[in-house]
Each structure stands twice: as structure tokens, then as C-alpha cells.
């Protein structure tokens, strides 16, 4: 472990308590605004629009809200997947498919999320586009999750893709708030190709 670890540690948690307070104080009638605008820039984007088998996380703790997106890839015939804790792999997510109709259930970290039945999941790299939550990001394309690692872990599927299959598009999802001037980065961390807020899209790579 580098000597610089405990610091980067310390500096991330600041960060995130900052942010999260952030995003915390906007008021419904703006979430509920940013959910509309996100829509505009997510029906506008090609990977996007070409897309079929979409995963995407249901809003929690002040997260940008996602249900008006779901509901127009429901409208454009799209299948929708929501990621939920893997029963036997430590820190894995696996991606269920989201109905109108699916019932759902809290997780131990009181997320809604569909009950797992297996006949409903889809192979991660099965995936077309994953939208990545997030508690802050930088103009450099680097991500700050919730500290859990899920999501990077998941991410680093991608170096056991064959040369034959093509990866599925990971971009993340932020108010624009949630904008860092830059993030201290730890070995462990997956950059991200591009962020989409309710006011912009900006790629990375």
C-alpha cells in the first residue's frame, strides 16, 4: 500500500460527504426538472439511440432521477436492466430486466432493486450501454463512486472481452453539481467515457 493511500482515502470521503450534501439540497421540483432535461440529452445521444439492452440504476440519496429515462426507453421499445448485488460473488452486480410491472424489493443498502430471478438476467458484456451512477466526476473522465467498488469491478469485465465481442458503452449519470475540479484517482478506479447531465454531454475519450 503506497504511503499516499490513507490521504487519498481521506481526501475521497471529504469529497463525497461534500457532494452528496450537494445533490441532497435540491428540491423535488428540480430533480424533478433534471429528470426531464436528462431525457433530452439521453433521446439525442447514438449510442443511445442505436442501443437495445440498456442498464440503468433506479435514484437513491439525492442520484440524478432516472425514471423519466426509463420510461422513454420503454416508449422506444428499448429493454431495460437494473443491476442488483450479486447472491454469492463479494461486491459483484448482476443486471436484471425492468418492467412496468416488476416488483421490487430493498437490498441491505435500502435500494430498490427487482428480485433476482434468473431467467431475467442478462450477461454483463450482453449488455449494448451501461449508465453508471456516480457521487462526483472531473473534466478528465475519472468517476467517484460510493466507495463500494461495485461498479469498477464490474468495469473491469471488459479485460476478458474476446477480440469478437464488442463491450458494452459505460457512461455515467450526474447532476451538474456533482462536478469536481479533479478528483484524487486510486489504482483501482475504471475512467469513464463520457458523463451526461441534464445540461450537457461531455466525452473523455
Not at 424533478?32 to 445521444?45: K, N, T, Y
Request: a neutral charge; hydrophobic letters at 35%.
Amino acid at each position: 500500500m503506497s504511503d499516499l493511500t490513507p490521504l487519498i482515502t481521506t481526501t475521497r470521503t471529504a469529497i463525497r460527504q461534500q457532494i452528496r450534501q450537494r445533490r441532497q439540497q435540491l428540491s423535488i421540483q428540480q430533480q424533478q426538472q433534471a429528470g426531464r432535461d436528462l431525457v433530452h440529452q439521453f433521446s439525442q445521444h447514438p449510442h443511445i439511440q442505436s442501443a437495445q439492452h440498456i442498464a440503468i440504476y433506479l435514484h437513491i440519496d439525492g442520484e440524478l432521477d432516472t425514471q423519466a429515462v426509463i420510461d422513454w426507453c420503454w416508449q422506444q421499445g428499448k429493454q431495460v436492466y437494473i443491476p442488483i448485488l450479486h447472491p454469492f460473488s463479494h461486491k459483484q452486480l448482476l443486471f436484471t430486466r425492468l418492467t412496468a410491472t416488476t416488483p421490487l424489493i430493498k437490498n441491505k443498502y435500502g435500494i430498490s432493486e427487482p428480485q433476482l430471478n434468473v431467467t431475467q438476467v442478462i450477461p454483463y458484456l450482453a449488455l449494448d450501454l451501461v449508465c453508471s451512477p456516480l457521487v462526483a466526476f472531473d473534466l478528465f473522465g475519472n468517476r467517484l463512486g460510493m466507495g463500494g467498488g461495485y461498479y469498477d469491478r464490474t468495469f473491469s469485465q471488459h479485460q476478458f472481452v474476446r477480440h469478437d465481442q464488442q463491450p458494452p458503452y459505460v457512461l455515467g449519470l450526474a447532476h451538474d453539481c456533482q462536478q469536481h475540479d479533479n478528483l484524487p484517482i486510486a489504482p483501482w478506479d475504471m475512467p469513464i467515457k463520457e458523463i451526461i447531465t441534464p445540461s450537457r454531454t461531455l466525452a473523455f475519450c
